[in-house]
């Protein structure tokens, strides 16, 4: 090894450990990138905690961070895996002002280097499904350039209407995939989060498979219940992990759901469980 690349990996691995402090990082498979939300880590963590446990347990990222934080996250070698973005867009009187909000999130995630950002949609309030998926792909074709131009992808979050957000439009995989096909754009893909489909749809692994081109992050959480990931609950998170590793997944895994006992046990638990 070069003097210089020597000096500089021995500066980036002393500042890494500071970082992580006396507690040794858990060694990981990580053939699948995990990130999580705040509220994996319980009440009253700092962004601090979550960062340096985090990176202990072996998450590569956070979602959800404000702009704020991010320079803890680059301190402690994480990524914002998931960034705001705007919501509403199925609804054509939302666009004049979800337009330049999104396109402004993109370019502070763009200058920032992360990755995503997300894309939310309204309830329907008697607007038709084809009336909104339609104002939708309007919407996304005139961002879609700025998108692409700064190599940030624009994820698309499907819901589940029938337990946590009555009347959700974006309620099926179908619904967001048409979309996508329609807008046509590396830059536009689907949050599928596996929670709330499970609870519409089930048949989660196969509705992966036929869809992983149009798929840009997950989202993890127990049904029923929104909690841990592990065997108190329906799903196997498992087979759900293995599928996505297989399909030689590059983006990130999040988990997104409230402990119900030590968050830290809990998260080291979740991640161990997609970590095949």
Same mark, same amino acid.
């Given at each position: 090894?070069?003097?210089? $690349?020597?000096? $500089?990996? $021995?500066?980036?691995?002393? /500042?890494?450990?500071?970082?992580?402090?006396?507690?040794? &990082?858990?060694?990981?498979? /990580?053939?699948?990138?995990?990130?999580?939300?705040?509220?994996?880590? /319980?009440?009253?963590?700092?962004?601090?905690?979550?960062?340096?446990?985090?990176?202990?347990?072996?998450?590569?990222?956070?979602?959800?961070?404000?702009?704020?934080?991010?320079?803890?996250?680059?301190?402690?070698?994480? +990524?914002?895996?998931?960034?705001?973005?705007?919501?509403?867009?199925?609804?054509?009187?939302?666009? &004049?002002?979800?337009?330049?909000?999104? +396109?402004?999130?993109?370019?502070?995630?763009?200058?920032?280097?992360?990755?995503?950002?997300?894309?939310?949609?309204?309830?329907?309030?008697?607007?038709?499904?084809?009336?909104?998926?339609?104002?939708?792909?309007?919407?996304?074709?005139? +961002?879609?350039?700025?998108?692409?131009?700064?190599?940030?992808?624009?994820?698309?979050?499907?819901?589940?209407?029938? +337990?946590?957000?009555?009347?959700?439009?974006?309620? $099926?995989?179908?619904?967001?995939?048409?979309?996508?096909?329609?807008?046509?754009?590396?830059?536009?893909?689907?949050?599928?989060?596996?929670?709330?489909?499970?609870?519409?749809e089930g048949d989660i692994i196969r509705t992966i498979r036929n869809n992983i081109q149009y798929i840009?992050?997950?989202?993890?959480? /127990?049904?029923?219940?929104?909690?841990?990931?592990?065997?108190?609950?329906?799903?196997?998170?498992?087979?759900?992990?293995?599928?996505?590793?297989?399909l030689n997944f590059t983006g990130f895994i999040g988990h997104e759901y409230t402990p119900l006992r030590?968050?830290?046990?809990?998260?080291?638990?979740?991640?161990?469980?997609?970590?095949?």
């Amino acid at each position: 090894m070069h003097r210089r $690349s020597f000096i $500089s990996s $021995s500066i980036a691995l002393a /500042g890494l450990s500071a970082g992580l402090g006396a507690q040794q &990082a858990v060694p990981r498979k /990580g053939r699948l990138k995990q990130s999580a939300t705040r509220g994996c880590f /319980g009440k009253g963590a700092t962004i601090e905690t979550m960062c340096r446990e985090g990176a202990r347990l072996g998450l590569k990222g956070l979602d959800f961070v404000g702009p704020a934080d991010w320079p803890l996250l680059k301190k402690y070698g994480l +990524v914002a895996a998931m960034c705001s973005g705007t919501t509403g867009i199925n609804h054509k009187e939302n666009h &004049a002002k979800a337009e330049p909000q999104l +396109v402004e999130n993109i370019l502070r995630a763009a200058e920032a280097g992360w990755p995503n950002v997300i894309v939310t949609f309204a309830q329907r309030k008697g607007l038709s499904d084809e009336e909104g998926l339609e104002n939708s792909v309007v919407f996304l074709k005139r +961002v879609k350039n700025v998108a692409e131009d700064k190599g940030v992808t624009i994820c698309l979050e499907v819901f589940n209407s029938k +337990v946590d957000h009555p009347d959700a439009q974006a309620d $099926s995989t179908r619904w967001v995939v048409e979309i996508c096909k329609r807008v046509e754009s590396p830059r536009v893909k689907i949050l599928y989060d596996i929670y709330h489909m499970q609870i519409m749809e089930g048949d989660i692994i196969r509705t992966i498979r036929n869809n992983i081109q149009y798929i840009g992050h997950f989202h993890t959480a /127990g049904n029923p219940g929104r909690h841990e990931i592990d065997d108190t609950q329906e799903l196997n998170y498992g087979a759900i992990a293995r599928a996505i590793a297989d399909l030689n997944f590059t983006g990130f895994i999040g988990h997104e759901y409230t402990p119900l006992r030590d968050p830290l046990k809990s998260l080291d638990q979740a991640i161990t469980i997609c970590d095949v």
